[in-house]
């Protein structure tokens, strides 16, 4: 079969998924989970098959497009439902499906108890399907629908608990900001259709260096509107502050939107439009600098927060910041690389913390947990795992991943070269908080609910309490359910979480620095053209080795901080919050990114919509107009109903006056 | 002169038009309790009706089709002509699909005075195919002010509220943009006679030949404009509609917002911009400035209103705003853009108001905001339905309204890139205020009056079709697009020339390779097929046709 066709499949099966789910959620009980988990495994099988046989064809002919029917094909636009399959295209849908496969079987047994067990994975097979939609589109129109699904999906899932009002309000907070990039992306598409005539990728592509020249106004102006939609569903500094609040949805939802869909779109974006970037250089610069931003910004948040999956969010923030910035700088192979560890070693995390948050019976705090290690092992060995790739300690994948984008921004010269030793600083912090949040959370005295389960009990809640508010749970419906759940006792769960710990230890060996290529071989094909690319701008193996070992050194300095400040003398922290208070209220107001925002944006909109109603409305629309077009009428019928005397002289008056008015009028025009 | 097509549908479409009516009237005869299913029944026929003359439809033929054309008033000049283009196809199947929607809402209901109701609704359907329908200004003017006596009716004897008020409003509001409207007509049609020293002629194809002077374009043009302004309503136009929407009964407000308001945006389609291109042009830049406070100011509105209603009417506003915004981008893209927007917003909007009423069913018969909440509990699948309806009505990408947005967005960012970038904030703002209102409906904590139920056969009967036509839209918008695409060409052309350029000549037959209508400027491209030639047929000939490229 051709490539196209296997992406065609790869697309249905989350659709068939979504479908038969959502129309028969009533007779399922168990089954929706089986159904939602083979969709998805069937898409991973289908996506291996896209591989094969692009791996069947020629490099040079390893683009292929397929439509089904004119979508939206008139007045000079020509959108159809279009696919594009290319080594790019089909990477990420490996990422994509294959993560997702392993997080729908651990949903099987982490939402078991849950009332709206059926609504969920049609939820989840959806969100799926919009990011398959999302990385296989083949014009704008198509990417940009892709964009939107994911965005609606997140929605859906994040306020899943839909009783909750802090859960709607992350919904919406979340759609709300990822509407503004598809405006961002919409926009983009204009600036470039102005000049190319065409939404389709490949028409773009080729035609780009022969309408636009380096640095093109509109070029530039496009490609920043780009990053406008990158950055939204990026959470890239200054619209991330959906990304920590997303955590009211279900701890796998989390792993789901961190790991394998949603926050990785962006960097998928500039790669996949990477001819344009090429050319825009100022663009590329805005990103990377915003990723850096982003990445020191979210590490240093992740150092005070205490909710432990917020402390998880923040670290993808920070990772993906490491992406954008390589992306931007041009590193696209190294930036996808480290989107696949990224995928793996970070849905690991997320499982193991959902684990540890079964175990404390809902409770999501780091000052109530400790001391886990000998209760919980193998959920001890995957954060652990996880936590190691995270900081970038060889031989785990993060490190590998990690040092080669860092290492390639080095290579650039110039101001990338300022973002690179600022991107060695992020690997410090990201070292210091993910073990601050093994450190507490597994060492230690045990806490009472540890403690409990050493015994061999799971820890319950008397009252079920939202963990963000306190306030009591709906019974009903929208709530995680009266049943907690730890990997110890679910084999889903731990086949889950043991593939993953394989491949965030072993996935990084596919591209190793003057050992193996994989990756850059493989994309080779699709990033030909790209002068940034070539063999010119790649570090070379010596210095990508040298950046290794700086990352690894930088990595363990962390680490061992975190030891001696968590472990070795606990006080220390708590030392630190007294000398520099001012210091430690910034931090966990997050940088007050929310209350500038609200300031900004939210209040004068809601502002003006007040006065719009108060104001414009009651006085200028209900007053002026319609009041001075009802008093027209009205003095106008009274003054025709005064003329109403019943006088028959007046009568006769007002003819004559008339006729000869009209007769005089026909005398003078005539002359 | 018959602009006839050579394929033809069984029926005339006089048939089209007053088969509402007269169904109205036969089952009139029928005992009370049976009018409403009968009446909801019987409209079925105009849209079997409506259907085959879609599917007899040529695309490729960019003039009028299935024409009517006779002299109705000798001594005046006045034509009763009508026919079928690209600007009015998708319209006239989406107003008889509303109406059968409507009744059958109705239906499932006890109403008062079944027999007079479903008479009213016969004579609006009647009213408002034939103001899609018409081709000759006088009986485009005579349908238009038609359509105001059955709502006029439906709001005062079945509306709830201050109905009074709100009838006297939308009255006063419409009659002074109709008066003037039959003003600048009868003008029209004397002053191009006089300066052409033609007969006396109202027809659209007539008039479009015998161009104005500037002067009296420009005024004639404001008349037109603000009788279509009213009614779509615009701001700030719009000061009848808060209380006109709150009043009418649900199944009224649906077809009304649906497509009475459609007539006049479609008529700045059909006639505006065809009969007064000059004046289009030198009044772009008003026009869009108005759409973009209309935009605004709806979007503003929505933001803030409790009334789950009029977050709805108020969402219409900054709608109508940007099909306003693309028909005066005056190109093709988005006056495709725009037509598209009047169809989807058609479904989108009257499925919204069902919608609304389902709600206020379930929270005590309250339509504020803070009397709901919750309501998804116990119906899951009504709750899925507003979340389509939702989705849709915010122009989510991936919906067929996303689509039209985006042409409309397109064309404004070729002809004015300002306007376009503001006007595409709102589209965020539009987000906001449609999920606002599917979270206080639907979601949170239950509200003190709510009691949660499934949807009932009742309301499914009119929310569940309309889902089902957003769905079908939404994976193949080009539906609205691909039947339009000549006409709308045809009706842009002259006004989207700088300076105001002749109006379209006469396809001259001297014309080498291409003949008839393709000899049109705006219409070579498109006859131009390097790959396939393309079967056209020639506007003179009744019985033959040839084939370009043979």
Not at chain 1, 284 to 310: H, M, N, P, S, Y
Not at chain 1, 419 to 433: D, R, V
Request: aromatic share 12%; hydrophobic share 55%.
């Amino acid at each position: 079969m051709s490539p196209t066709t296997w992406g065609w499949l790869v697309l249905l099966f989350p659709l068939l998924g979504t479908i038969t789910i959502g129309l028969g959620f009533r007779t399922y009980s168990r089954a929706a989970g089986v159904i939602g988990t083979a969709a998805i495994g069937l898409a991973f099988v289908c996506a291996v098959g896209a591989l094969i046989a692009l791996l069947g064809r020629a490099g040079t002919h390893r683009e292929v497009v397929s439509s089904l029917w004119s979508y939206d094909v008139s007045a000079g636009v020509d959108a159809r439902l279009q696919i594009l399959v290319d080594p790019i295209s089909v990477f990420m849908m490996l990422v994509v499906t294959g993560v997702s496969t392993l997080i729908h079987l651990y949903s099987t047994a982490y939402m078991r108890s849950d009332e709206g067990y059926s609504r969920y994975f049609a939820y989840l097979n959806y969100f799926v399907l919009s990011m398959l939609i999302l990385v296989l589109g083949g014009n704008f129109v198509m990417l940009i629908i892709g964009w939107a699904f994911v965005g609606a999906a997140s929605y859906l899932l994040i306020s899943f608990w839909y009783r909750r009002t802090t859960a709607t309000g992350a919904g919406i907070k979340a759609f709300v900001i990822n509407v503004l990039g598809d405006v961002g992306l919409v926009l983009g598409t204009f600036f470039i259709f102005r000049h190319t005539h065409t939404v389709s990728f490949l028409g773009s592509f080729a035609a780009t260096p022969h309408v636009f020249h380096t640095d093109s106004t509109d070029l530039v102006a496009g490609c920043l509107l780009f990053l406008v939609g990158a950055f939204a569903k990026s959470a890239q500094v200054p619209l991330h502050t959906w990304l920590p609040d997303a955590m009211e949805g279900p701890t796998p939802v989390s792993s789901l939107i961190h790991a394998a869909t949603m926050v990785t779109a962006g960097v998928y974006l500039i790669v996949r439009l990477h001819p344009l970037f090429q050319l825009a250089p100022t663009a590329g610069e805005v990103g990377a600098i915003i990723g850096c931003l982003t990445l020191l910004i979210a590490g240093t948040i992740a150092l005070v927060v205490t909710d432990i999956k917020r402390v998880i969010a923040y670290s993808t923030m920070s990772q993906i910041g490491y992406m954008i910035m390589g992306a931007s700088a041009g590193a696209y192979s190294a930036a996808l690389f480290h989107l696949m560890t990224h995928a793996f070693f970070k849905a690991l995390l997320f499982m193991a913390a959902g684990s540890i948050i079964g175990a404390m019976a809902g409770n999501q705090s780091l000052d109530r947990m400790s001391g886990f290690r000998r209760a919980m092992p193998f959920t001890f060995g995957c954060f652990l795992v996880g936590g190691l790739a995270l900081s970038g300690i060889p031989p785990f994948s993060g490190w590998l991943s990690k040092d080669a984008i860092i290492a390639y921004v080095n290579n650039r010269g110039g101001i990338y070269e300022v973002l690179g030793i600022l991107g060695y600083l992020g690997a410090l912090l990201t070292g210091l908080y993910t073990f601050r949040m093994i450190f507490r959370a597994f060492f230690g005295e045990p806490s009472p609910e540890a403690r409990e389960l050493e015994h061999g009990h799971i820890a319950h809640a008397e009252v079920p309490t939202n963990p963000a508010t306190g306030e009591e749970e709906d019974m009903e419906v929208g709530f995680p359910g009266p049943e907690h759940v730890i990997a110890e006792r679910e084999p889903a769960m731990k086949i889950a979480m043991g593939l993953l710990a394989l491949l965030a230890i072993v996935g990084g060996f596919i591209q190793l620095p003057g050992v193996s290529h994989v990756i850059t071989t493989f994309l080779g094909s699709s990033l030909a053209d790209a002068p940034l690319a070539s063999a010119a701008h790649e570090p070379s193996n010596g210095t990508a080795w040298i950046g290794l070992i700086i990352g690894a050194v930088i990595g363990l300095v962390g680490i061992t901080l975190a030891y001696s400040v968590y472990v070795r003398r606990p006080g220390t922290a708590a030392r630190f919050q007294a000398a520099l208070p001012w210091l430690h209220r910034f931090l966990v107001n997050k940088w007050y990114f929310d209350e500038l925002i609200d300031v900004l944006v939210v209040r004068p909109a809601l502002a003006i919509g007040r006065f719009v109603e108060t104001v414009l409305e009651r006085i200028v629309i209900a007053g002026g107009v319609t009041g001075g077009v009802t008093a027209a009428v009205r003095s106008g019928s009274a003054a025709v109903r005064r003329a109403q005397t019943g006088v028959l002289r007046l009568y006769a008056a007002a003819v004559i006056l008339g006729l000869s008015a009209v007769v005089l009028y026909f005398l003078i025009s005539s002359t | 002169m018959h602009l006839a097509h050579p394929s033809s549908a069984p029926f005339t479409l006089s048939i089209l038009i007053w088969l509402p009516l007269a169904l109205a009237l036969i089952v009139n005869a029928l005992p009370a309790r049976a009018v409403g299913r009968a009446a909801a029944v019987a409209s079925l026929l105009p849209v079997a009706v409506a259907v085959t003359f879609v599917v007899d439809f040529n695309s490729h033929f960019p003039g009028l089709q299935f024409v009517t054309d006779q002299v109705w008033i000798g001594a005046l000049g006045i034509h009763y002509k009508l026919g079928i283009n690209g600007l009015n196809l998708a319209l006239v199947l989406l107003t008889t699909v509303l109406f059968t929607v409507s009744l059958a809402w109705s239906a499932m209901r006890e109403v008062d005075r079944p027999h007079t109701y479903y008479f009213w609704f016969g004579l609006a359907e009647s009213a408002v195919l034939g103001a899609f329908l018409a081709q000759d200004l006088m009986l485009f003017v005579a349908f238009f002010d038609l359509m105001l006596i059955p709502f006029y009716f439906l709001v005062g004897s079945w509306g709830t509220g201050e109905r009074v008020r709100a009838t006297i409003k939308m009255v006063i509001y419409t009659m002074v943009g109709s008066f003037l409207m039959l003003a600048a007509a009868v003008a029209t049609g004397v002053i191009a006679s006089g300066d052409h020293g033609t007969a006396l002629n109202f027809t659209f194809s007539a008039l479009q030949h015998l161009p104005l002077s500037r002067t009296d374009e420009n005024w004639i043009f404001l008349a037109f404009a603000l009788a279509f302004l009213v009614k779509m309503p615009i701001t700030p136009f719009h000061g009848w509609l808060a209380d006109a929407y709150k009043s009418m009964p649900i199944p009224a407000v649906a077809v009304f917002s649906g497509v009475v308001a459609k007539v006049a945006s479609y008529g700045f389609l059909q006639i505006v911009l065809p009969l007064f291109p000059h004046a289009a042009h030198h009044f772009q830049v008003l026009m869009l400035i108005i759409a973009l406070v209309s935009i605004m100011w709806g979007t503003a509105m929505a933001f803030t209103t409790g009334d789950a209603r009029l977050v709805i009417a108020y969402s219409s506003v900054a709608q109508m705003g940007f099909i306003l915004l693309g028909i005066f981008s005056l190109t093709p893209q988005g006056g495709q853009g725009a037509l598209l927007q009047m169809l989807n917003h058609g479904v989108v909007t009257a499925a919204s108001f069902f919608v609304v009423a389902a709600l206020a069913a379930r929270a005590g018969g309250s339509e504020r905001l803070e009397d709901m909440g919750g309501i998804a509990f116990r119906a899951p699948v009504l709750a899925t339905l507003f979340l389509i309806v939702t989705l849709a009505n915010l122009a989510m990408p991936g919906s067929s309204n996303f689509i039209g947005e985006f042409m409309i967005l397109l064309g404004t960012f070729d002809s004015h890139i300002a306007i376009a970038l503001i006007a595409s904030v709102a589209v965020v703002g539009a987000s906001f205020y449609a999920l606002r209102l599917f979270i206080r409906a639907m979601h949170n904590r239950v509200g003190g009056r709510v009691v949660s139920l499934e949807i009932s056969r009742a309301e499914a009967v009119a929310i569940v079709p309309l889902c089902l036509i957003i769905l079908a839209l939404a994976f193949f918008p080009q539906f609205g697009l691909s039947k339009s695409e000549g006409s709308m060409r045809l009706s842009t052309y002259a006004a989207a020339q700088p300076g105001g350029n002749a109006s379209p000549s006469l396809p001259s037959a001297q014309s080498a390779e291409l003949t008839g209508w393709w000899a049109y400027p705006p219409l070579r491209q498109l006859a131009y097929s390097p790959q396939k030639p393309r079967r056209v047929y020639t506007y003179r000939t009744t019985s033959t046709h040839r084939t370009l490229h043979s």
